[in-house]
């Protein structure tokens, strides 16, 4: 039997124990055993809170989770990439915050992700009802692929007396009665009252002047797509926001994947651009703001030249939007994930998530992913990180800049004396960065997942998101002066022999489609390392999927940065030919990007093999 991919299935592989630390979340305090669930379909759906990609699997499966309610178990397992991430608090927070309805593994040791030989976030291992594990996938996209397997293994069991119809095991948590749920970022508005984006409560609340009292609300509270007066209008979990005009507020409405407009006199909410759907490769990246998919904006600012710059967290780009046109365009970005710098439309972000504009119009980003604080001059259409080392190193360290560490910061401020304020979340801290000594300084610590920040008459106005609270705090003279600390991320290496490496991308087409060598190679590899010192030859792009790779036997360990795109088009129809008329194939782009741990072993392996999984689009 094939999967929903239209690849062989695996062999069958008795399904490794679900072992974690922390404990379960979303069982009312019981633990759950694969004995327990078998005679369902179990999907474990490995995951951490920090990244996008694995918030955009959370919403594709919540689909699956209605249509096969009573067959089919999802478990997340939480696999930390960040420490705060493996603080079981914060945990328990983000299953809230983006609304889980599953039984989560808290597994900060990694238990089990080695159990399942698991290599990037997010993967989905699929488990019978017997108790094997018949498939297992990296990525995002695999919806369509995963209805049709659990269909097939709902016949096949059901067939066979081996399927177990029943409730899931989920138990909600009770849920916090507090006038905000994790707000997500926040602006003045003209007349000395704030908008917050109320993420959880899928709303836009108006506060007034003490950053307290709601004054009015957008958004019945519905997570969805509907435009309309404010009582009635649905967002989904809305995250930036900024000013066209004194009475036209602009949300980045996340996962809705779209730009909302409120009309701040009438209360009217309408769609700006998006389409609902979310951005794949091979779509189009400019033209008519409503015609054109986005990807979980974050957030927004309005550059000098009037246009609205868009973090575009879920690809890893920052966009315009241009209110005069009407339309969308990227700004800087490929799409790959990573650190790199340069002209703009070649540099690597890794989830851009924060905005803001100085007074000489330079866009700085809080990218995420890498905790790095980076800029954007429009003017040179270049990219420099001024804070951050790549995608695993992270913490809290002052002093110079290129020497100062983050941890998963979402939001930047620019004040006026020509500094940056960093809501450095991860750590609970406001950082602050000056241009003029390059030095990186910690304003205040102990907050709880500060996202955003807002000049208020001389402070700051912070939203402390975990918290469901905007909290003021005082710009002090001096910083504050705090512990360092520095970390690497804990993933498990893979061991690699120094020298030569045979690295290879397995690539096989969904059913019913083909490669797509119409216009030339329908593949592209990219590799590169941290440091790169640990690639002695064979980084950079080229088409083949196999090459050579050289690694510096003088190194002990490193990581590794494989980028891989393939172009497949739908096949004819059986018994129909490629040129027949009104036969017109789509075209489908598929990437997947790999941060890999190596360790430099003599005698190791020196062949890498990973797998492209087809999805559909």
Not at 172 to 178: L, R, V
Not at 187 to 198: C, F, K, N, R
Not at 412 to 438: C, E, H, K, W
């Amino acid at each position: 039997m094939r999967n929903g991919d239209g690849n062989l299935r695996q062999p069958r592989v008795r399904a490794p124990e679900l072992v974690g630390a922390g404990g379960w979340i979303n069982t009312g305090g019981k633990g759950l055993t694969l004995a327990d669930l078998r005679g369902r379909c179990v999907l474990l759906d490995f995951w951490t809170f920090c990244c996008a990609n694995c918030l955009h699997v959370l919403d594709e499966l919540r689909e699956l989770e209605e249509q096969f309610a009573d067959v089919l178990v999802v478990v997340g397992v939480h696999s930390p990439k960040f420490v705060h991430e493996a603080d079981h608090d914060a945990l328990v927070a983000a299953c809230a915050r983006y609304d889980v309805r599953h039984p989560v593994l808290d597994d900060p040791g990694l238990t089990t992700w080695k159990a399942y030989a698991v290599r990037a976030w997010p993967t989905l291992s699929v488990i019978d009802p017997e108790g094997y594990v018949v498939a297992q996938m990296s990525g995002e996209g695999h919806a369509h692929g995963l209805r049709t397997l659990l269909s097939e293994l709902v016949t096949e069991h059901e067939a066979k007396g081996t399927l177990r119809r029943g409730d899931s095991p989920y138990v909600p948590p009770e849920p916090e009665p507090t006038a905000l749920s994790f707000p997500g970022k926040v602006i003045a508005l003209p007349g000395g009252t704030y908008l917050v984006s109320d993420t959880a409560h899928h709303s836009v609340v108006e506060l007034a002047a003490d950053g307290e009292s709601v004054l009015r609300r957008f958004g019945s509270g519905e997570r969805g797509l509907l435009d309309g007066e404010a009582h009635e209008a649905w967002f989904s979990e809305p995250q930036g926001l900024c000013l066209l005009d004194e009475h036209t507020a602009v949300v980045a409405d996340s996962v809705n994947h779209a730009l909302r407009a409120i009309d701040l006199r009438t209360g009217e909410v309408t769609t700006l651009a998006g389409t609902g759907r979310q951005w794949s490769q091979g779509r189009a990246t400019s033209g008519p703001a409503r015609e054109v998919d986005l990807s979980s904006p974050w957030d927004l600012v309005v550059a000098a030249d009037g246009r609205t710059v868009i973090a575009m967290a879920g690809i890893h780009q920052l966009w315009a939007y241009d209110p005069a046109s009407r339309t969308v365009s990227v700004l800087a970005g490929t799409t790959n994930e990573g650190l790199v710098d340069g002209a703009a439309a070649e540099a690597w972000f890794s989830q851009p998530s924060g905005l803001t504009v100085d007074a000489d119009g330079v866009v700085w980003v809080a990218d995420s992913e890498s905790s790095a604080l980076r800029r954007l001059d429009l003017a040179a259409a270049s990219v420099t990180t001024v804070v951050g080392h790549g995608l695993f190193d992270f913490g809290l360290r002052d002093g110079a800049a290129r020497q100062a560490l983050l941890q998963h910061p979402l939001g930047v401020t620019a004040l006026p004396d020509g500094s940056i304020a960093i809501s450095d979340t991860y750590n609970g801290a406001i950082r602050r960065f000056d241009p003029a000594t390059d030095q990186v300084s910690t304003l205040i610590t102990g907050l709880r997942e500060p996202s955003d920040a807002v000049l208020a008459d001389g402070d700051l106005l912070v939203v402390e998101s975990a918290a469901h609270r905007l909290t003021r705090v005082r710009l002090p003279e001096e910083a504050l002066r705090v512990e360092s600390a520095a970390y690497r991320t804990q993933r498990p290496a893979t061991d690699l022999s120094p020298g030569e490496l045979e690295l290879s991308v397995v690539f096989e087409p969904p059913a019913g489609q083909k490669l797509d060598e119409r216009y030339g190679p329908s593949t592209q590899l990219v590799v590169s390392a941290s440091p790169p010192q640990l690639l002695s030859e064979g980084a950079g792009r080229n088409t083949p999927l196999r090459r050579t790779l050289v690694l510096d036997g003088d190194l002990e360990s490193g990581v590794l940065h494989v980028s891989v795109r393939a172009a497949s088009c739908d096949e004819p129809p059986p018994g129909a030919q490629e040129d027949d008329e009104g036969f017109f194939p789509a075209c489908h782009v598929h990437q997947q990007d790999w941060g890999i741990p190596v360790r430099l072993v003599r005698d190791a392996p020196n062949r890498l093999s990973l797998i492209l999984r087809g999805t559909e689009s």
